[in-house]
T-cell receptor
Framework: TQLLEQSPQFLSIQEGENLTVYCNSSSVFSSLQWYRQEPGEGPVLLVTVVTGGEVKKLKRLTFQFGDARKDSSLHITAAQPGDTGLYLC?????????FGTGTSLTVIP | DAGITQSPRHKVTETGTPVTLRCHQTENHRYMYWYRQDPGHGLRLIHYSYGVKDTDKGEVSDGYSVSRSKTEDFLLTLESATSSQTSVYFCAITRGRGTDTQYFGPGTRLTVL
């Protein structure tokens, strides 16, 4: 089992604050994906990073893949209530994806 | 949205009964996956398929079987349901593997009494 650990597990912040979510593993992955999931729905892909050290920006979201391709972070600037949801990282290896335990984010207006 | 449907969306059943969940796609994608999602565990892979009649086990395959007789359909069967199989089940598809985007279905909430 290739374990992906996310931290923090729960996060509650005020609108306008910044936050960072971490995804760590002892395994190397060919790619690292971040998903966002809303209650009652399936996860939706936010970004895929494939190169060690890669940084991708998606509006207020910044994603980074560690140099050794074992870890990743998601940084949100000026969080908004619409950012509320469960954030999941997933590592790709061969035919499979291994998911992290998730970070539940609540942004309070 | 990717054309993925799951049926049923909700099911309540009793311990010991067989249950079959269906995943249907209209994208002609090669890879299909079944996951279960439980609090504190994220998504865990049960089985996946890399083509018609080609399947392999995932992390939590015990008590589950799958079949794929057509590209568009991937069935998950709980041969004798147990309370520990109460969960939300998600189907996902990808065109390829590894770096490809996974598209998820809406999920099936299964309760085993």
């Amino acid at each position: 089992t290739q374990l992906l650990e996310q931290s923090p597990q729960f996060l509650s912040i005020q609108e306008g604050e910044n936050l960072t979510v971490y995804c760590n593993s002892s395994s190397v992955f060919s790619s690292l994906q971040w998903y966002r999931q809303e209650p009652g729905e399936g996860p939706v892909l936010l970004v895929t990073v494939v190169t060690g050290g890669e940084v991708k920006k998606l509006k207020r979201l910044t994603f980074q893949f560690g140099d050794a391709r074992k870890d990743s972070s998601l940084h949100i600037t000026a969080a908004q209530p619409g950012d509320t949801g469960l954030y999941l990282c997933a590592g790709g290896s061969g035919n499979q994806f291994y998911f992290g335990t998730g970070t539940s984010l609540t942004v309070i207006p | 949205d990717a054309g993925i449907t799951q049926s049923p969306r909700h099911k309540v059943t009793e311990t010991g009964t067989p249950v079959t969940l269906r995943c249907h796609q209209t994208e002609n994608h090669r890879y299909m996956y079944w996951y279960r999602q439980d609090p504190g565990h994220g998504l865990r892979l049960i089985h996946y398929s890399y083509g018609v009649k080609d399947t392999d086990k995932g992390e939590v395959s015990d008590g589950y079987s799958v079949s794929r007789s057509k590209t568009e359909d991937f069935l998950l069967t709980l041969e004798s349901a147990t309370s520990s199989q109460t969960s939300v089940y998600f189907c996902a598809i990808t065109r390829g593997r590894g770096t490809d985007t996974q598209y998820f279905g809406p999920g099936t909430r299964l309760t085993v009494l």
